[in-house]
Every structure is written in structure tokens, then in C-alpha cells.
């Protein structure tokens, strides 16, 4: 059962891939190899993987069924080609969907001549019907320097994926739904319950004895009870953070 507030270290995902390969994979749930009945998803969620591509390198043609796709590049360019007939480039900033329905093939590269980063996201739909699609929204195309910025709605899986930007000093509340999943992309975050009343002081935004929690790049947190009320985050020390997080219906 979900604690109210689990938080899982970057450290303990699952190591994927081997580093001859060129390329690196941190797993925070089962996946392939790695089987954890403990760990088989949160809500809607069954995979977030972080990926790691050395030029040249990549995933060959594999399928996929029945699971929405979200990528989420940090670093470099990732080369995308499927069996629908879409090949793109995605960069950094952009949101990347694939909708496998009743079955799709596709294949993952670096084809850029710097290293890759990006975050997959594999999502469970409400029903499994639907032919596959695709689309990909650019990072222009999205507001930019908001705190809290929606990049993407998912009927299909019941699930908003924000994108929050976080100031030093500057509390955010934490987007509300049943079921809450946080990704650190950047910098270091502190979060807890919301104060009970507005305050000032820097350390504004966790209730005066309340538990809160410090988080760093590649940590996550679960958010399963919306019990302790709304939920506050901030930039912790002097550099701003980046944030993903996954609004669910559970």
C-alpha cells in the first residue's frame, strides 16, 4: 500500500542495459528483467525510465501494445520512427506521444553526434480498443517560464503531465488529484504540507512540524492520499528546479 508521501531515491532505481552498449537505463518500477511485485506500477503508471544514448546507439524496432507512450527529452536529440509512418526529432522542452493501441513498432535513436537524455513515461489506458497515433508537441509551442505549465492532457489513461519551474524562495502548490507522481528533472526541491497560513520567510511552504521532504535530480515522489491536505514545493538552495508530474485519477 502507497504511504501518503513515498519518496524514492535515484540511487535505488533499477539499473538497466550494460555500459559497453552505450547505453544506460534507470528503471523506478518492474520492468523486463527487473520483476518486483511491490513495484509493478502507481495508478495508471507502469514505467519511468531514464535513458541515456551514446551517439550512434539506440533501441532497434520493437513493439508496443496497448500503453500510452510519453517522452521527454532533457538532453540532445532523439530520432523516432514508427510503423504509422512518423519519423521526428524530438529536442529538449518537447512532449513526445505515442498511443500503442492495438499494436505499434518503433524505433529510438541518437543520431546527433552528443549524448542523449530523456524520461520515457508508459501510462495504461482505461480501455484497450483504438488504432495507434501520434503526436508531438514543441517546445515553442508551449508557454513558456510558467511555474506550473500543463504539457499534456491523456483522456486515455486519466492523467495531466505538468511541467513546473520553481524559483528559490518562491512556493508552488503541487497540482491536486487522487493520485500524484513527481520526477525531478533538475536542481534540488524541498515540498511538504502547505502552511496554514501565508508566511514571508524563505522557508515558507511547509506547515510549521510538519514532515517535509528534500529531493534531488532523479528523485521521485508517490502521493497516493490527499489527506494531509494541498501539498507545497520549492526550489531548495540558490538554483532554480525542473519538475515533472503526473496528475492522476487513480
Known amino acids: 500500500m502507497v504511504r501518503v508521501i513515498d519518496v524514492r531515491r535515484s540511487g535505488d532505481r533499477y539499473r538497466g542495459s550494460e555500459p559497453p552498449s552505450g547505453i544506460?537505463?534507470?528503471?523506478a518500477f518492474s520492468f523486463g528483467r527487473h520483476y518486483d511485485p511491490d513495484n509493478l506500477r502507481f495508478g495508471p503508471l507502469l514505467a519511468c525510465n531514464e535513458e541515456r544514448l551514446a551517439p550512434g546507439t539506440g533501441f532497434d524496432e520493437h513493439p508496443h501494445s496497448h500503453t500510452e507512450i510519453v517522452t521527454w527529452v532533457t538532453e540532445g536529440e532523439l530520432t523516432h520512427q514508427d510503423s504509422t509512418g512518423h519519423t521526428t526529432v524530438v529536442r529538449p522542452g518537447d512532449v513526445q506521444h505515442l498511443s500503442a493501441a492495438s499494436g505499434v513498432r518503433h524505433v529510438e535513436r541518437n543520431d546527433g553526434p552528443a549524448p542523449l537524455a530523456f524520461l520515457q513515461m508508459w501510462l495504461a489506458p482505461l480501455t484497450w480498443d483504438g488504432t495507434p497515433a501520434y503526436s508531438l508537441i514543441r517546445r515553442e509551442d508551449l508557454p513558456q517560464d510558467h511555474p506550473d505549465t500543463v504539457v499534456l492532457t491523456l483522456p486515455a489513461a486519466a492523467a495531466t503531465l505538468h511541467h513546473l519551474q520553481l524559483t528559490p524562495g518562491r512556493p508552488q502548490p503541487l497540482p491536486e488529484a487522487p493520485l500524484r507522481y513527481v520526477h525531478v528533472l533538475n536542481g534540488e526541491v524541498r515540498f511538504g504540507p502547505a502552511p496554514a497560513e501565508a508566511s514571508?520567510?524563505?522557508e515558507a511552504g511547509v506547515r510549521h512540524g510538519a514532515p517535509a521532504a528534500e529531493l534531488g535530480p532523479g528523485d521521485s515522489a508517490r502521493i497516493g492520499d490527499p489527506a494531509e491536505g494541498p501539498l507545497t514545493?520549492?526550489?531548495?538552495?540558490?538554483?532554480?528546479?525542473?519538475?515533472?508530474?503526473?496528475?492522476?485519477e487513480g
Not at 233 to 248: F, K, S, Y
Open 200 to 202: 514571508g520567510a524563505p
Open 24 to 27: 544506460s537505463s534507470l528503471h
Open 233 to 248: 514545493l520549492m526550489a531548495h538552495g540558490e538554483t532554480p528546479a525542473g519538475l515533472l508530474v503526473w496528475a492522476m
